[in-house]
Every structure is written in structure tokens, then in C-alpha cells.
T-cell receptor, first 114, second 111 residues
Framework: AQSVTQLDSQVPVFEEAPVELRCNYSSSVSVYLFWYVQYPNQGLQLLLK??????LVKGINGFEAEFNKSQTSFHLRKPSVHISDTAEYFCAVTSDTGRRALTFGSGTRLQVQP | NAGVTQTPKFQVLKTGQSMTLQCAQD?????MSWYRQDPGMGLRLIHY???????DQGEVPNGYNVSRSTTEDFPLRLLSAAPSQTSVYFC??????????FGQGTRLTVV
């Protein structure tokens, strides 16, 4: 079984400040990791993904994440946030065995303040 | 290329009614799944399929049925709607090394 823990349910931050959204996962097999963003009343949009290779992955809108296998983490970072980044962010994990469906964390609401 | 199409976008049901949420994908993806999203709980897996004719239960399957007669379609059936099934429902599809693509969601209210 796999699980995902997003350690912060809400993260308030001022515009142009850096931000880190934390994600830890648990799995007994090799994983693929994802970050999705959901703007109010919309569907889910992929920010970035880790499938294999370089542990630092870059995504859309200036976001990046680092896969750390020893710490089973996949934290999302952005060096300078904008008001438009206000949204809910979901970390998710899947693998090539078993369900092959995504297991999601409970989400982190990023609130960017002027 | 439409991606993942979910219908309807909004639905209000009375307790005890049944309905089917439709999901279709045109990317020839093997894996499809249904999730429900509730505040503070993220997306929870209801049912999933790893190919035509193969389905299985996720974390919250009670009150829902699915079938996968073709690669493209994966309908979700609510057998007898209950207020606890008020939620936003998302369908997703993916292939082995591709991220999941999501439909736009169905907002269901059971009164």
C-alpha cells in the first residue's frame, strides 16, 4: 500500500517570498511522484512529475521539486510567489504495480498575500 | 484530441435515486480511475481499472459500481444516492509512464 502525507494544510505567504510545500510518501516499491494544482472551482493541472533520472525536476509556472529517496520526500518549491499562485496543491504517488492509480495527499492551500 | 471527458458537470439527486457519471478518454490509456474530492481530504480513490474488463475497488467503493467494457469508457454508477455522496467526482486516465489526465469534474449534490 502507498500513502502520501502533506504536512501543512495551509501555507500563508507574502507575494515575492519563497515557499516550500512539503510532501512525504510511503511505498514498498519504486514510485512515480507528481504535484498537481487546483485553482478554485477547476480541475487538476499537472505542475511537475518525477518518473526517473535527475532528482530535481522543474515544472510549469516556476515551480520545482526534489525527490529524496532516503527521506521519502518530494517537496515543492518556488523562489518567488505571485498572487496568481493562490490555489490548492496536491502531491500524489503511483507505481507500476498494484492499482496503478494515484494516491493523493490531503492537499495544501497556498494563500499568497499582497 | 479531447482528453478525458466527464458528464454531467453538475447534478442534483434526491436520496435514493440512481445515476451514472460518464467518463470517456481518447488517448488509448490502459489505466482509468474515479476519485471523489471532499474538503480537507484530498482525492480518494473509489474504483479503478487497469484495462478493459478489469476493475477493482479503491479506498471508498461502497455505494458505487463501475464497468470497463471498452478501453475508452469507464462509467461510475451510484446505486441509491445518499447525502454522504455529495461531493466532486473526478475521472482520470493514464498510461504506464505518463501522468494522469483528469476530467473537469462532476459536482454532485444529494438532497
Amino acid at each position: 500500500a502507498q500513502s502520501v502525507t502533506q504536512l501543512d494544510s495551509q501555507v500563508p505567504v507574502f507575494e515575492e517570498a519563497p515557499v516550500e510545500l512539503r510532501c512525504n510518501y510511503s511505498s514498498s516499491v519504486s514510485v512515480y511522484l507528481f504535484w498537481y494544482v487546483q485553482y478554485p472551482n477547476q480541475g487538476l493541472q499537472l505542475l511537475l512529475k518525477y518518473l526517473s533520472g535527475s532528482t530535481l525536476v522543474k515544472g510549469i509556472n516556476g515551480f520545482e521539486a526534489e525527490f529524496n529517496k532516503s527521506q521519502t520526500s518530494f517537496h515543492l518549491r518556488k523562489p518567488s510567489v505571485h498572487i496568481s499562485d493562490t490555489a490548492e496543491y496536491f502531491c500524489a504517488v503511483t507505481s507500476d504495480t498494484g492499482r496503478r492509480a494515484l494516491t493523493f495527499g490531503s492537499g495544501t492551500r497556498l494563500q499568497v498575500q499582497p | 484530441n479531447a482528453g478525458v471527458t466527464q458528464t454531467p458537470k453538475f447534478q442534483v439527486l434526491k436520496t435514493g435515486q440512481s445515476m451514472t457519471l460518464q467518463c470517456a478518454q481518447d488517448m488509448n490509456h490502459e489505466y482509468m480511475s474515479w476519485y471523489r474530492q471532499d474538503p480537507g481530504m484530498g482525492l480518494r480513490l473509489i474504483h479503478y481499472s487497469v484495462g478493459a474488463g478489469i476493475t477493482d475497488q479503491g479506498e471508498v467503493p461502497n455505494g458505487y459500481n463501475v464497468s470497463r467494457s471498452t478501453t475508452e469508457d469507464f462509467p461510475l454508477r451510484l446505486l441509491s444516492a445518499a447525502p454522504s455522496q455529495t461531493s466532486v467526482y473526478f475521472c482520470a486516465s493514464r498510461s504506464r509512464t505518463v501522468e494522469a489526465f483528469f476530467g473537469q469534474g462532476t459536482r454532485l449534490t444529494v438532497v
